[in-house]
C-alpha cells in the first residue's frame, strides 16, 4: 500500500510540471498583456512596469526563475495588486472556498446519497422515480440559475436569509452551500442508487436476510458499506471540483473565494496570479483522487488484497 | 405490515431523517450570530454608510491605480491640495486653505492649513507634497496617471527621464507651509488636476519604511501599516469582501465630518448589486443594469439617480484603412445612424444621442453642431466616394468587447448602416483584453470606444485626439488641430476665448470624424432614502465630509 501511495506521488510530479510549463507559456500568448488599459500607457512606464515584473527578461529565464521561486514556495508577486502577493491571495480565498466546498459537500451526500438508497429500496416505483426526476433536474439546472431563484424566493421575497456576503450577516452561508451542493447531490443520488441496486441483488445481502436480521441492519449495516462505494471514489474529485468550481457561486453570492480569484487572473492577465491558482488547484486535484483511491482501498477488501500482492 | 416491519419502517425513517436534519440545523446554527436587522438600518443608527463600489480596488497607493472604484476610497483616505463642492464641482480649500496666482497664470502659490495633519498626528508640510510628487514622477515607478502633472514646468522631462534632477521641475517648496508651483502653460483646469488623487501627498517616513518609494511590491498601503492624512483611515481591509475607513480623528475639518465608517462591497456583479440593494445590505449602488431601469423607473421612481456623465460611447474608425482613409464614407458611415431610434429603442432613453466628442454642459463649454442624422446625404457621400447604394463596398467588423450593450447597438448600427447605405458591416466581440490589443494595433476597421473624463475641461477629450496621441487610435492627424490643442488653447487665460478654440478645434475633428459619436454616458445609482448629501453631478463625485445618513428616513 505504501508503494501505491508513493509511486502515485511521484507520478504526480510530471503532470504538475507539464502544467506549469504549458500555463507559464500559454497566458504570455494570449493578446493583451496585464498592463494593457483603456487608457494609453506610455512607452516609458510600459517599460518602467515590464522592469519591475520581470517581463524584460527573455521568457526562458522567466520560466527558468519562476520554477526556482516555486520550489522555494514563493509563486510571486500578483501583477494586479501592487504589494500582494499570490501566496497571500490563495491563502485568503482557500479558506473561504474551502468551507463553502465543505459545507456544499455534506449538503450533496446527506440528501444526495439519502435520496439514492431510497429510491433504490423499492426500483421502478414512484419512491424511485420522485427523487431520481428531481436529481436530473438538479444536475440540469446549472447554479446560475438555481442561485438567483433560492435568493428571489428565501432572500427577498420571504427575507429569510441574505443576499449575499460570507460570514458577514446571519446565515449567509446557508444559500450559496444549497447552490453548489445540490448539482453535486444529485450526482451523488444517481451513483448511490446504481451501487445501491447492484449491492441489493448480491448474495450476501441474501444470507443476511436469511439469518433473520432486521431490515434496516441488512440496509444499515450490510448494503450501504457496498453500495455507497461508488459514492466514496467520486468524493475526493468532487471536492477538488467543487474548489476549483465554485466560481459562479462565488460570484453570485459575491463570496472573497479562490474561484473568482482565479477567473479574474485571467480576464487581468495576472500572468503570477494565473499561474499560482492553476499549479495550486492541480496540485488539489491530484491529491484528492490519489486519497480517494485510498479511501476506495481501505473500505473495500479486494482491492486491499491487490495492493498487498 | 405487521407490527416489527411498522416499527422497523419508522426507526429506518426517522433515523435517517433525523440525522441530516440535525446536521443541517448544526450548519445554519454555524452561520454566524448577530440580529437580523438589515445592514442599511443598523448603517443608519451607527453612522455607518455601506456603499457597493464596482470591481474590487487594485490597491490604494494613490500614485499607482487608475480606477473609479479605488478613487472613490483613496478620497476618504487621502486629501489633496483643493476638493471640489459635489453641488457645483467648484475647487474648495483641502490641505491649502489659500492660493495666488500670479497675472500670468503660470505660478501658484500655496499657502497650507496649519492643523492639516497625517493620521499619526505629524502634520502635513509643503515638502510632503514635493516628495510625493517626485514619487509620482519617478520613471521606475511606472505611474499610468504621471501625464496629470505634464502642465507643471519640466515635468514630462523628468517622467520621461531626459531630465534627472527633480530641482528643475517646478515644484518649490518656499516655507515649512508654503508651495509654489510653476507651470509649462497658464492651465486654467489646473486646480482641478490638484483635487486628483494622482496628486495627492503620501506619508514619506511610511513609504520609505516599507522599501524604496519606486517599489511597486510596497506594503506600505496595506492595512496597519498606512498613514493617510483625509477624512477617514483603513480599517480593514480583505480582498474581494469589503474594505472599511473609520473617521480619522486627526482630520482638520473632523468636525464636518458626519459619517463615522464607510465600508465599501465591491460588486462587479451588477445583478447581485442590485439585490444587496433590495435586500438593504447597501445603501447606494453603483451600478443600475439597463434593463432595471424601466422597472424603477414604474416603481420606484424614488430610489432612481440618474445624471448626465462626463463620457461618451463612441466608434473608432481606422483611417489608414481603406475605403475608411476617404472622410466622405466615414461621414455617410455616421449621419445613417440614427441616435434617436437608438436611445428609444436600445438604451431605455436613458442615455443622450451624442453628435460631438466632449458632453455637453462641460463647465460652460458647449460642443459644436456639425451634423445630423441626415440618411439622404449620407446615401450622397457613399455614391461620391464611389459607392453608390454601397456598391463594391467591402464588409467590414464592428468590433466591440464582449458585453450585451455594446452588442445591441452593434446590431442595430449595423442593420441601419444596412439599411440606409447598403454596406455589410458584421458585429465580432473580443474579450477585453484581445480588444484592447487588436485596436492598440489598428487591428480593426471599426472600434466601440467609451472615454470618461477625468477633469471637466473639454481638453480631457480632445487632447486625445492629438497626431500619435495615445489614445488616439484613429490614425487622425491634423497640425491646425494640433496647434490649437498643444499650443493655443493652454496659452490662453481668458475662459470664452480658450472655450472658442475648443470649439473651433472640435469642429476640424467633427469634420474629419475619424470618430463616431453615438451617446453620452448618464451616471446611474440606487439611492436608499435615508443617504443625504450625495447629490447628483456630471464627475460622479462624491465628497464624503458632505455625506450623512439620515436615519428617520
Given at each position: 500500500?505504501?508503494?501505491?501511495?508513493?509511486?502515485?506521488?511521484?507520478?504526480?510530479?510530471p503532470?504538475?510540471?507539464?502544467?506549469?510549463?504549458?500555463?507559464?507559456f500559454?497566458?504570455?500568448a494570449?493578446?493583451?498583456?496585464?498592463?494593457s488599459?483603456?487608457?494609453?500607457?506610455?512607452p516609458?512606464?510600459?517599460?518602467?512596469?515590464?522592469a519591475q515584473?520581470?517581463?524584460?527578461?527573455p521568457a526562458?529565464?522567466?520560466?527558468i526563475?519562476y520554477l526556482?521561486d516555486?520550489?522555494?514556495?514563493n509563486?510571486g508577486?500578483?501583477f494586479?495588486?501592487?504589494g500582494?502577493?499570490v501566496?497571500e491571495?490563495?491563502?485568503?480565498?482557500?479558506?473561504?472556498?474551502a468551507?463553502l466546498?465543505?459545507?456544499?459537500?455534506?449538503?450533496?451526500v446527506?440528501?444526495g446519497?439519502?435520496a439514492?438508497?431510497?429510491a433504490?429500496?423499492?426500483?421502478?416505483?414512484?419512491?424511485?422515480y420522485?427523487?431520481?426526476s428531481?436529481?436530473?433536474?438538479?444536475i440540469?439546472?446549472?447554479s446560475?440559475?438555481?442561485g438567483?431563484?433560492?435568493?428571489l424566493?428565501?432572500?427577498?421575497?420571504?427575507d429569510w436569509?441574505?443576499?449575499?456576503g460570507?460570514?458577514?450577516?446571519?446565515?449567509?452561508?446557508?444559500l450559496?452551500?444549497?447552490t453548489?451542493?445540490?448539482?453535486?447531490?444529485?450526482y451523488?443520488a444517481?451513483l448511490?442508487r446504481?451501487?445501491?441496486?447492484?449491492?441489493?441483488?448480491q448474495?450476501?445481502l441474501?444470507?443476511?436476510?436469511?439469518k433473520?436480521?432486521p431490515e434496516?441492519?441488512?440496509?444499515?449495516k450490510?448494503?450501504?458499506?457496498?453500495?455507497?462505494l461508488?459514492?466514496i471514489?467520486y468524493?475526493?474529485p468532487?471536492?477538488?471540483?467543487l474548489l476549483?468550481?465554485?466560481f459562479v457561486?462565488?460570484?453570485?453570492?459575491?463570496?472573497p473565494?479562490l474561484?473568482?480569484?482565479?477567473?479574474?487572473?485571467?480576464?487581468?492577465?495576472d500572468?503570477t496570479?494565473i499561474l499560482?491558482?492553476?499549479?495550486?488547484?492541480?496540485t488539489?486535484?491530484?491529491?484528492?483522487?490519489l486519497?480517494?483511491d485510498?479511501?476506495?482501498?481501505w473500505?473495500?477488501p479486494?482491492?486491499?488484497?491487490?495492493?498487498k500482492? | 405490515?405487521?407490527?416489527?416491519?411498522?416499527?422497523?419502517f419508522f426507526?429506518m425513517k426517522?433515523?435517517?431523517?433525523?440525522i441530516p436534519?440535525l446536521l443541517?440545523s448544526?450548519?445554519?446554527v454555524?452561520?454566524?450570530g448577530g440580529?437580523?436587522e438589515s445592514?442599511?438600518?443598523?448603517?443608519?443608527?451607527?453612522g455607518?454608510?455601506?456603499?457597493?463600489?464596482?470591481?474590487?480596488?487594485?490597491?490604494?497607493d494613490?500614485?499607482?491605480v487608475?480606477g473609479?472604484?479605488?478613487?472613490h476610497?483613496i478620497?476618504?483616505?487621502?486629501?489633496?491640495?483643493?476638493?471640489?463642492n459635489?453641488y457645483t464641482?467648484?475647487?474648495e480649500p483641502?490641505?491649502?486653505?489659500?492660493w495666488?496666482?500670479?497675472?500670468?497664470?503660470?505660478?501658484y502659490?500655496?499657502?497650507?492649513?496649519?492643523?492639516a495633519?497625517w493620521s499619526?498626528g505629524?502634520?502635513?508640510?509643503?515638502?510632503?507634497?514635493r516628495?510625493?510628487w517626485e514619487?509620482?514622477l519617478?520613471?521606475e515607478?511606472?505611474?499610468?496617471y504621471?501625464?496629470m502633472?505634464f502642465?507643471?514646468?519640466?515635468?514630462?522631462?523628468?517622467?520621461?527621464?531626459a531630465?534627472?534632477?527633480?530641482s528643475?521641475?517646478?515644484?518649490?517648496?518656499?516655507?515649512?507651509?508654503?508651495?509654489?508651483?510653476?507651470?509649462r502653460?497658464?492651465?486654467?483646469?489646473?486646480?482641478?488636476?490638484?483635487?486628483h488623487y494622482?496628486?495627492y501627498?503620501?506619508?514619506?517616513?511610511?513609504v520609505?519604511?516599507f522599501?524604496s518609494?519606486?517599489?511597486?511590491?510596497?506594503q506600505?498601503?496595506?492595512?496597519g501599516?498606512?498613514?493617510?492624512?483625509g477624512?477617514f483611515t483603513?480599517?480593514e481591509w480583505?480582498?474581494?469582501s469589503h474594505?472599511r475607513?473609520?473617521?480619522?480623528p486627526?482630520?482638520?475639518?473632523?468636525?464636518e465630518?458626519?459619517?463615522?465608517?464607510?465600508?465599501?462591497?465591491?460588486?462587479e456583479?451588477?445583478?447581485?448589486?442590485?439585490r444587496?440593494?433590495?435586500?438593504?445590505?447597501?445603501?447606494f449602488t453603483?451600478?443600475v443594469?439597463l434593463?432595471?431601469?424601466?422597472v424603477y423607473?414604474?416603481?420606484?421612481?424614488?430610489?432612481?439617480?440618474?445624471?448626465?456623465?462626463?463620457?461618451?460611447?463612441?466608434?473608432?474608425?481606422?483611417?489608414?484603412?481603406e475605403?475608411?482613409?476617404?472622410?466622405r464614407?466615414?461621414k455617410?458611415?455616421?449621419?445613417?445612424i440614427?441616435r434617436?431610434l437608438?436611445?428609444?429603442?436600445?438604451?431605455?432613453?436613458?442615455y443622450?444621442p451624442?453628435?460631438a466628442?466632449v458632453?455637453?454642459?462641460?463647465?460652460?463649454?458647449?460642443?459644436?453642431e456639425?451634423?445630423t442624422?441626415?440618411p439622404e446625404?449620407a446615401?450622397?457621400l457613399?455614391?461620391e466616394?464611389g459607392?453608390?447604394?454601397?456598391?463594391?463596398?467591402?464588409?467590414?467588423?464592428?468590433?466591440?468587447?464582449?458585453q450585451?450593450?455594446?452588442?445591441?447597438?452593434a446590431v442595430a448600427i449595423?442593420q441601419?448602416?444596412?439599411?440606409?447605405l447598403g454596406v455589410?458591416?458584421?458585429?465580432?466581440?473580443?474579450e477585453w483584453?484581445v480588444?484592447l490589443d487588436?485596436?492598440?494595433?489598428?487591428?480593426y476597421?471599426i472600434?466601440?470606444r467609451?472615454?470618461?473624463g477625468?477633469?471637466?475641461?473639454?481638453?480631457?477629450?480632445?487632447d486625445m485626439m492629438i497626431?500619435?496621441?495615445?489614445n488616439n487610435k484613429?490614425?487622425?492627424?491634423?497640425s491646425?488641430?494640433?496647434?490649437l490643442?498643444?499650443r493655443?488653447?493652454?496659452?490662453?487665460l481668458?475662459?470664452?476665448?480658450r472655450f472658442k478654440?475648443?470649439?473651433?478645434?472640435?469642429?476640424?475633428?467633427?469634420?474629419a470624424m475619424?470618430?463616431?459619436?453615438?451617446?453620452t454616458?448618464?451616471?446611474?445609482?440606487l439611492k436608499?432614502?435615508s443617504?443625504k448629501?450625495m447629490?447628483p453631478n456630471?464627475?460622479?463625485?462624491y465628497n464624503?465630509?458632505?455625506?450623512?445618513?439620515?436615519?428617520?428616513?
Amino acid at each position: 500500500m505504501w508503494r501505491f501511495i508513493g509511486l502515485r506521488s511521484l507520478q504526480a510530479i510530471p503532470v504538475i510540471l507539464a502544467v506549469i510549463t504549458v500555463t507559464f507559456f500559454l497566458v504570455r500568448a494570449a493578446p493583451g498583456g496585464p498592463f494593457s488599459s483603456e487608457k494609453a500607457v506610455s512607452p516609458q512606464v510600459q517599460a518602467a512596469l515590464e522592469a519591475q515584473y520581470r517581463l524584460d527578461q527573455p521568457a526562458l529565464q522567466q520560466y527558468i526563475s519562476y520554477l526556482t521561486d516555486l520550489v522555494q514556495g514563493n509563486m510571486g508577486p500578483s501583477f494586479y495588486y501592487p504589494g500582494r502577493s499570490v501566496d497571500e491571495l490563495i491563502f485568503q480565498g482557500l479558506p473561504i472556498t474551502a468551507e463553502l466546498g465543505l459545507y456544499a459537500l455534506l449538503i450533496a451526500v446527506i440528501i444526495g446519497s439519502f435520496a439514492g438508497v431510497i429510491a433504490a429500496l423499492k426500483p421502478n416505483t414512484m419512491q424511485d422515480y420522485v427523487p431520481m426526476s428531481i436529481a436530473m433536474v438538479g444536475i440540469c439546472m446549472p447554479s446560475f440559475l438555481l442561485g438567483p431563484v433560492l435568493v428571489l424566493v428565501f432572500g427577498i421575497m420571504l427575507d429569510w436569509l441574505p443576499v449575499s456576503g460570507w460570514g458577514n450577516s446571519y446565515g449567509d452561508k446557508v444559500l450559496p452551500s444549497i447552490t453548489l451542493g445540490a448539482m453535486y447531490a444529485a450526482y451523488i443520488a444517481r451513483l448511490s442508487r446504481s451501487g445501491m441496486l447492484e449491492v441489493m441483488s448480491q448474495d450476501y445481502l441474501r444470507t443476511a436476510r436469511a439469518k433473520g436480521l432486521p431490515e434496516y441492519v441488512v440496509i444499515l449495516k450490510h448494503a450501504l458499506r457496498g453500495g455507497l462505494l461508488p459514492v466514496i471514489s467520486y468524493l475526493g474529485p468532487a471536492f477538488a471540483a467543487l474548489l476549483s468550481g465554485s466560481f459562479v457561486v462565488e460570484t453570485i453570492f459575491q463570496i472573497p473565494g479562490l474561484g473568482r480569484f482565479y477567473v479574474q487572473a485571467a480576464f487581468n492577465r495576472d500572468y503570477t496570479m494565473i499561474l499560482g491558482t492553476t499549479v495550486f488547484l492541480s496540485t488539489l486535484i491530484v491529491v484528492f483522487n490519489l486519497l480517494s483511491d485510498i479511501a476506495a482501498a481501505w473500505v473495500n477488501p479486494r482491492l486491499r488484497y491487490q495492493f498487498k500482492k | 405490515m405487521t407490527p416489527t416491519s411498522m416499527q422497523v419502517f419508522f426507526k429506518m425513517k426517522l433515523s435517517r431523517a433525523l440525522i441530516p436534519a440535525l446536521l443541517l440545523s448544526l450548519f445554519l446554527v454555524s452561520c454566524g450570530g448577530g440580529s437580523n436587522e438589515s445592514r442599511v438600518i443598523t448603517g443608519n443608527q451607527q453612522g455607518v454608510l455601506h456603499l457597493g463600489n464596482g470591481t474590487e480596488p487594485q490597491g490604494i497607493d494613490p500614485h499607482i491605480v487608475t480606477g473609479v472604484p479605488e478613487h472613490h476610497i483613496i478620497g476618504a483616505l487621502f486629501e489633496g491640495l483643493v476638493t471640489k463642492n459635489p453641488y457645483t464641482l467648484e475647487p474648495e480649500p483641502g490641505v491649502a486653505e489659500s492660493w495666488e496666482i500670479s497675472e500670468d497664470g503660470r505660478v501658484y502659490t500655496f499657502q497650507l492649513r496649519d492643523n492639516a495633519r497625517w493620521s499619526n498626528g505629524d502634520p502635513v508640510v509643503a515638502e510632503d507634497f514635493r516628495w510625493s510628487w517626485e514619487r509620482a514622477l519617478t520613471p521606475e515607478l511606472g505611474s499610468l496617471y504621471n501625464y496629470m502633472f505634464f502642465p507643471i514646468l519640466n515635468a514630462e522631462g523628468f517622467a520621461t527621464g531626459a531630465i534627472d534632477d527633480f530641482s528643475e521641475v517646478g515644484v518649490k517648496v518656499l516655507g515649512e507651509r508654503t508651495l509654489e508651483v510653476t507651470l509649462r502653460e497658464p492651465t486654467p483646469f489646473l486646480l482641478q488636476l490638484f483635487d486628483h488623487y494622482s496628486t495627492y501627498p503620501v506619508h514619506p517616513p511610511t513609504v520609505l519604511a516599507f522599501g524604496s518609494p519606486s517599489d511597486r511590491f510596497s506594503q506600505w498601503s496595506r492595512e496597519g501599516n498606512i498613514v493617510t492624512n483625509g477624512a477617514f483611515t483603513l480599517t480593514e481591509w480583505q480582498v474581494n469582501s469589503h474594505i472599511r475607513v473609520e473617521k480619522s480623528p486627526y482630520y482638520w475639518d473632523a468636525d464636518e465630518v458626519k459619517l463615522n465608517a464607510i465600508v465599501f462591497y465591491p460588486t462587479e456583479n451588477i445583478v447581485t448589486e442590485e439585490r444587496m440593494f433590495r435586500d438593504e445590505q447597501i445603501h447606494f449602488t453603483n451600478e443600475v443594469a439597463l434593463d432595471k431601469v424601466p422597472v424603477y423607473r414604474s416603481e420606484q421612481p424614488e430610489l432612481l439617480q440618474i445624471a448626465p456623465y462626463l463620457g461618451t460611447y463612441y466608434y473608432l474608425i481606422n483611417t489608414t484603412r481603406e475605403p475608411f482613409d476617404d472622410v466622405r464614407v466615414r461621414k455617410a458611415l455616421s449621419m445613417a445612424i440614427d441616435r434617436d431610434l437608438l436611445v428609444e429603442t436600445i438604451l431605455e432613453n436613458l442615455y443622450l444621442p451624442s453628435y460631438a466628442l466632449v458632453p455637453p454642459g462641460t463647465l460652460g463649454y458647449e460642443p459644436p453642431e456639425t451634423f445630423t442624422y441626415d440618411p439622404e446625404q449620407a446615401r450622397q457621400l457613399l455614391a461620391e466616394a464611389g459607392y453608390p447604394g454601397g456598391e463594391n463596398f467591402p464588409s467590414f467588423d464592428i468590433l466591440y468587447n464582449t458585453q450585451e450593450n455594446h452588442q445591441k447597438i452593434a446590431v442595430a448600427i449595423q442593420q441601419m448602416w444596412m439599411e440606409t447605405l447598403g454596406v455589410s458591416a458584421t458585429p465580432m466581440n473580443q474579450e477585453w483584453k484581445v480588444y484592447l490589443d487588436s485596436t492598440d494595433n489598428f487591428n480593426y476597421s471599426i472600434s466601440r470606444r467609451g472615454w470618461i473624463g477625468d477633469y471637466v475641461d473639454p481638453n480631457t477629450f480632445l487632447d486625445m485626439m492629438i497626431t500619435d496621441g495615445g489614445n488616439n487610435k484613429t490614425g487622425f492627424s491634423d497640425s491646425r488641430y494640433d496647434q490649437l490643442i498643444l499650443r493655443d488653447a493652454p496659452a490662453t487665460l481668458d475662459q470664452q476665448e480658450r472655450f472658442k478654440l475648443y470649439q473651433e478645434a472640435e469642429t476640424i475633428l467633427m469634420n474629419a470624424m475619424p470618430i463616431i459619436p453615438i451617446y453620452t454616458y448618464q451616471s446611474k445609482h440606487l439611492k436608499h432614502p435615508s443617504l443625504k448629501g450625495m447629490p447628483p453631478n456630471i464627475m460622479d463625485y462624491y465628497n464624503w465630509k458632505y455625506v450623512y445618513l439620515d436615519a428617520s428616513q
